[in-house]
């Protein structure tokens, strides 16, 4: 019982102890640091940039980039750097938004699966299952042929295609977390289900989670890049990377106007990149193993 | 101690359901707790001691294990008697916590991780008792502070994996007192620890029953812990109750070959080494505890029974009363 002056005055809990370890990794910090410059160049574009992104120059169509349109201009005379930041503005708002309602479809449809009985978590397992051999590309084009263009509707697409995993690894954790003293204990104590879910179950889920939602953003741009360029994702006249990209179907453009698809090509790979690596860092730094190096 | 008792088991059968087939793990058990007492459930691993305190906290996994007879009664604080057996998962939501709660064996694994102590001592202060966050803080303090743990404010802030294991039984025994249950249930909860620990946390509890005066149903196979502890003890074997009375008697006067057995089986200092220098081995029971789902006919205990005559695998023996309210079951027991 001496041991009480050692007590540290306050502890760290086990998510501030993960964070302790992500900042100690160099690669996953880099990422985060171009994540945040990516970030902040796109959402403060309009105090400092001088045009807007669908802004028309007739006196500059197919300009290369030059003093005044830093990244040149496209075959209409619009600022391809302007296109640029709010086609960056509009995928990575697609990628978030539809990650979110993966991981609450996830999260709910694992939790169900869980907490009912072996039939129910039979039942939505097998659909689970289901939805995850169907091709995701065909899958993809024949749903977001059905839901039509536009942010909405790609948003629904992406988040519809992506929970199935997440629902499997959340089910996996809360099975094992179901048979844990502590809740036996809690639910010895009087918790309801809700209780069960949100208070120990999402705590104990936010590893799986948080990792999942990182890689899966990166995952989530690219799928909206993949769809705009195809057609199906965003529409023009409004800007994404990946319905820029598209510009570089025509041979002339591809060879002779490599600003208009080289810089969202880049902004695309940079991008995916850093998320990757910070992705990769914090589930490194969740790994319960991690603590024992 | 002839208070009207606050848990009253009368005819008791839990059946679980294991491939088909149905198969009794407990059966035909009478209980009585009065407030402020200690009763003592003793018997080997499969005795069924563990599925009577679940029952009677109704936490066994829904379509595993049910109550296929008898009642549980329980006098909470409201006063007046009710049927666990017959509550909804509502009600019985109400009771538990509120009215029972429960100590378990694993320490390392009762608390979670993501919470600091204090938090989850607090926790079911707030949503049972209705208590403020700062209030229900502080009363969390003192509460460790109750249950022996130096520098309470400090430990309160401090996650389970930060405490050993003393502590964090220490911790989970405050969290269940949170809000001043009138029957404590310890499932075995010495077991995890190791012998001066046990040994504290068993005067803490005895300390904790003396000033609260709730009951305790205390879930052990530990012979020794039950005279430390108990007012009254009742030995189960395969699922029924062989022996029962209060600890001094039992202890005193064992009338059951099962409890003489058990009681022989606890290796006592010095004789041990005596025993090791004749070349003869620590005295057991010989055999195993049988299958529930293949019972022996008639006395369960009658194929590991020195004493068992053709007539003990006829019939069941029912529970004879052999005096001051000691009971046995078995049909010889006037003469062993």
């Known amino acids: 019982m001496s041991a009480a002056a050692a007590i540290p005055v306050s502890s760290k809990g086990p998510t501030a102890r993960a964070l302790g370890r992500f900042i100690t990794n160099r690669l996953a910090l880099a990422g985060l640091v171009v994540l945040a410059a990516i970030l902040i160049a796109i959402l403060t574009y309009p105090l400092w940039w001088m045009y807007t992104p669908n802004q028309i120059d007739l006196r500059a169509l197919n300009k290369g980039p030059s003093a005044s349109h830093w990244f040149g201009t496209d075959g209409v005379g619009r600022d391809v750097f302007a296109r640029l930041m709010q086609g960056g503005r509009i995928s990575l708002l697609v990628a978030v938004t539809s990650v979110g309602v993966s991981l609450v479809i996830g999260f709910l449809v694992g939790a169900l699966s869980a907490f009912s009985g072996r039939l129910a978590d039979g039942a939505i397992m097998r659909l689970v299952d289901l939805a995850m051999t169907l091709p995701p590309v065909i899958l993809l084009l024949v749903l977001a042929s059905i839901v039509g263009t536009g942010i909405v509707p790609t948003i629904a697409v992406i988040s519809l295609l992506s929970w199935p995993v997440l629902s499997r690894m959340v089910r996996a954790r809360l099975l094992e977390l179901r048979e844990r003293d502590f809740v036996v204990a809690a639910r010895g104590m009087g918790a309801g289900l809700g209780h069960l879910l949100f208070r120990h179950g999402l705590p104990n889920c936010i590893d799986i989670l948080v990792v999942y939602a990182t890689l899966q953003i990166a995952n989530a741009i690219l799928l909206e890049a993949g769809l705009s360029f195809l057609g199906l994702g965003i529409a023009p006249p409004e800007a994404s990377w990946g319905n820029m990209l598209n510009a570089a179907r025509s041979t002339s453009v591809l060879e002779q106007y490599v600003w208009q698809w080289m810089f969202p090509g880049v902004a695309l790979v940079i991008t995916v990149l850093a998320i990757n690596f910070v992705g990769d860092g914090l589930r490194d730094a969740f790994d319960p193993r991690s603590d024992l190096q | ?336």
């Open chain 2, 1 to 336: 101690m002839h208070a009207t008792p606050i848990l009253d088991i009368s005819g008791l059968k839990m059946v679980f359901r294991i491939g088909g087939r149905e198969v009794a793990a407990v059966q035909d058990l009478n209980l009585t707790i009065a407030p402020g007492e200690t009763l003592a459930l003793v018997g080997e691993s499969g005795s069924g001691k563990s599925v009577t305190s679940l029952s009677v906290m109704g936490l066994l996994p829904r379509g595993v294990g049910q109550v296929a007879e008898g009642s549980i009664l329980f006098r909470g604080k409201a006063g007046q008697a009710q049927d666990l057996t017959k509550l909804d998962t509502e009600g019985m939501r109400q009771i538990r916590g509120n009215d029972i709660a429960m100590v378990f064996q694993e320490p390392m694994t009762s608390l979670n991780p993501v919470y600091t102590i204090g938090e989850q001592i607090a926790e079911p202060m707030r949503i049972h008792l209705g208590r403020s966050h700062k209030d229900a803080a502080a009363a969390a303090i003192k509460l460790l502070a109750d249950v022996g743990i130096p520098d309470p404010e400090r430990r309160a802030k401090q996650y389970p994996h930060e405490l050993s294991g003393g502590m964090r039984q220490r911790a989970t025994i405050a969290m269940a007192l949170a809000c001043d249950p009138v029957l404590l249930i310890a499932d075995e909860p010495t077991t995890a620890l190791d012998v001066t620990i046990q040994a504290q946390i068993l005067d803490l509890l005895q300390k904790l029953q003396a000033e609260r005066g709730m009951a305790v149903l205390f879930v052990t196979h530990n012979l020794g812990v039950v005279a430390e502890i108990a007012n009254r003890v009742a030995v189960m074997y395969a699922g029924r109750v062989v022996e029962t009375g209060t600890v001094a008697d039992v202890f005193a006067r064992p009338r059951h070959p099962y409890t003489i057995g058990l009681m022989r089986s606890v290796p006592k200092l010095g004789e041990a080494t005596e025993l090791k220098r004749k070349g003869i081995p620590l005295p057991t029971i010989a055999g195993s505890v049988p299958s529930l789902v293949q019972l022996p006919q008639g006395c369960s205990f009658a194929p590991r029974c020195p004493f068992a005559i053709d007539a003990c695998r006829a019939d069941v023996p029912s529970l004879y009363e052999t005096g001051n309210g000691q009971k046995s079951r078995c049909i010889r027991w006037q003469e062993i």
